[in-house]
Nanobody, 129 residues
Framework: QVQMVQSGGGLVQAGGSLTLSCTTSELRWRAYVMGWFRQTPGKEREAVSCISKGGRDTYYDDSVKERFTISRDDTTETLYLQMTNLKVEDTAMYYC??????????????????????WGQGTQVTVSS
């Protein structure tokens, strides 16, 4: 099974910043769309941001626009999520994923595992007030 390894996350005060990273050497990295998703207890996993193959197109949930930036480095095979001006409501477990999703935004929740078959282990982001 493909292992995508995440790093970053942690505890930060509201208004602060964090950067999440995700990498794997087990995929044909450039062949996949990449995304970040988050989940809180009792709720379904939701799409935060996705980036196309090559990085030309990016997509964001309205709640994170202007605050989060997704990027990918195809040379080092690393996916990033830069999070600024964090809010308490950003508190969640964050997951990176790779897949064949081709739109439209946002990815349909019912088909997340189909469109994004490869997932990271998750990293907790906690924002305190």
């Amino acid at each position: 099974q493909v292992q995508m390894v995440q790093s970053g996350g942690g505890l930060v005060q509201a208004g602060g910043s964090l950067t999440l990273s995700c990498t794997t050497s087990e995929l044909r990295w450039r062949a996949y769309v990449m995304g970040w998703f988050r989940q809180t207890p009792g709720k379904e996993r939701e799409a935060v941001s996705c980036i196309s193959k090559g990085g030309r197109d990016t997509y964001y949930d309205d709640s994170v626009k202007e605050r989060f930036t997704i990027s990918r480095d195809d040379t080092t095979e690393t996916l990033y999520l830069q999070m600024t001006n964090l809010k308490v409501e950003d508190t969640a477990m964050y997951y990176c994923a790779a897949g064949e999703w081709s739109g439209p935004w946002p990815p349909v929740q019912a088909s997340l595992r189909t469109r994004f078959p490869f997932w990271g282990q998750g990293t907790q982001v906690t924002v305190s007030s």
